[in-house]
Nanobody, 126 residues
Framework: VQLQASGGGLVQVGGSLRLFCAASGGTNNVYGMGWFRQAPGKEREFVAAISWTASTPFYTDSVKGRFTISRERAENILYLQMNSLKPEDTADYYC????????????????????WGQGTLVTVSS
């Protein structure tokens, strides 16, 4: 599975951005997909995930009510709508795909995802 993330950019506090992740090759075996982010000097952390078949979403607490993850299976695209952005949301954002059938039990773990896209940088200025 190849993943291509895009949509990052510079936005002011309170603004919005929509991230995209285009998936190709072997997506029929994908069970879940997620977004992670990594700020400078910090570890990569979980942001949101979604069941590829059932569209059940999961979020880390800090983005609940502000971010929405969704996917369009027919187009093999994963989205992350980010509203009310804060400076602490500044990071490289990565999309990832899980091939594990029970990924939903450990959706926040990086080790649950086999394939990763390149990062797309989101910068929130105050």
């Amino acid at each position: 599975v190849q993943l291509q993330a895009s949509g990052g950019g510079l936005v002011q506090v309170g603004g919005s951005l929509r991230l995209f992740c285009a998936a190709s090759g072997g997506t029929n075996n994908v069970y879940g997909m997620g977004w992670f982010r990594q700020a400078p000097g910090k570890e990569r952390e979980f942001v949101a995930a979604i069941s590829w078949t059932a569209s059940t979403p999961f979020y880390t607490d800090s983005v609940k009510g502000r971010f929405t993850i969704s996917r369009e299976r027919a187009e093999n695209i994963l989205y992350l709508q980010m509203n009310s952005l804060k400076p602490e949301d500044t990071a490289d954002y990565y999309c990832a795909a899980s091939m594990i059938s029970d990924w939903y039990r450990k959706y926040a773990r990086r080790g649950s995802y086999l394939y990763w896209g390149q990062g797309t940088l989101v910068t929130v200025s105050s």
